[in-house]
Every structure is written in structure tokens, then in C-alpha cells.
């Protein structure tokens, strides 16, 4: 059995998460995404299913009330 993994760049990898092209290439410099081969940035599939379950920024959830 042949495991494939499908590999993308910054830009596909941009439009499949909704961010701009430079935001991919920082969460790649951070660590957070992909690997560096040969200049390029290489991101899997899997890599953008784990980053879309956690994504940077604080939680969405309900705000709370000011306090007077």
C-alpha cells in the first residue's frame, strides 16, 4: 500500500484557510505550519486540518459583560 501525501504551497494553502499568502508564510516561519525544502514552504493536507481545529487568536465564544 502507497501512502500519498498531497503537498501544497503558500498560496493554495492561503486560499484553503481564508488568510493572505504573507500570514502563511509567518505561522511557517513560527513553526506552526509547514516545512522548508529548498526555499519553498511545503504544507500537507493534514498540517491544514490541524491548524483549522486550532487556530491562532483567542477563542471565539461569548463576550463577557463590562463591569461598571
Known amino acids: 500500500m502507497k501512502l ?13 484557510l481564508g488568510l493572505t499568502e504573507r ?6 516561519e513560527e513553526g506552526r505550519l509547514g516545512t522548508l525544502v529548498s526555499g519553498q514552504w511545503l504544507i500537507t493536507e493534514a498540517e491544514l486540518r490541524v491548524f483549522r481545529l486550532n487556530p491562532p487568536g483567542r477563542p471565539k465564544g461569548r463576550r463577557r459583560k463590562k463591569r461598571v
Not at 500519498?4 to 484553503?16: C, P
Not at 500570514?23 to 511557517?28: A, G, I, K, N, S
Open 4 to 16: 500519498q501525501v498531497k503537498l501544497l504551497g503558500t498560496k493554495e494553502a492561503a486560499k484553503r
Open 23 to 28: 500570514r502563511v508564510r509567518v505561522f511557517c
